[in-house]
């Protein structure tokens, strides 16, 4: 069993930025994937970001160039760095993991995989 724990998330004004972190506990796969997910109320879950076990990584068309994901090295915690924040940027972020995804990047940003763990969320706001 994987539990995911983020933090990092509040409010902050159009232009600023903010880090969040995922923390893993438990046993990782090797072939897995994580990334961040958010949702804004009444539409559907967004893939933001995501990195693979060998480090790959692949975002959303609408963050490219402000959001940056990294893992540490042990692989216990993830990170979406987030930059130049918008107002469309504001939503509830989720830390998501795959076991089965052997880098199928695409497919893991799109949804199209199994999503063996999700964390609780965290807000993000951004005004203007």
């Known amino acids: 069993q994987v539990h995911l724990m983020e933090s990092g998330g509040g409010s902050v004004q159009a232009g600023g930025s903010l880090r969040l972190a995922c923390e893993a506990s438990g046993y990782i796969y090797n072939t897995h994937c994580m990334g961040w997910f958010r949702q804004v109320p009444g539409k559907a879950r967004e893939g933001v970001a995501g990195?693979?076990?060998?480090?790959?990584?692949i975002y959303a068309d609408s963050v490219k160039g402000r959001f940056t994901i990294s893992q540490d090295s042990a692989r216990v915690t993830l990170y979406l760095q987030m930059n130049s924040l918008k107002p469309e940027d504001t939503a509830v972020y989720y830390c998501?993991?795959?076991?089965?995804?052997?880098?199928?990047?695409?497919?893991?940003?799109?949804?199209?995989?199994?999503?063996?763990?999700w964390g609780q969320g965290t807000q993000v706001t951004v005004s203007s």
């Open positions: 998501v993991a795959a076991n089965r995804c052997y880098g199928a990047m695409s497919a893991f940003l799109r949804g199209n995989l199994e999503y063996n763990y």
């Open positions: 990195i693979s076990s060998g480090a790959s990584t």
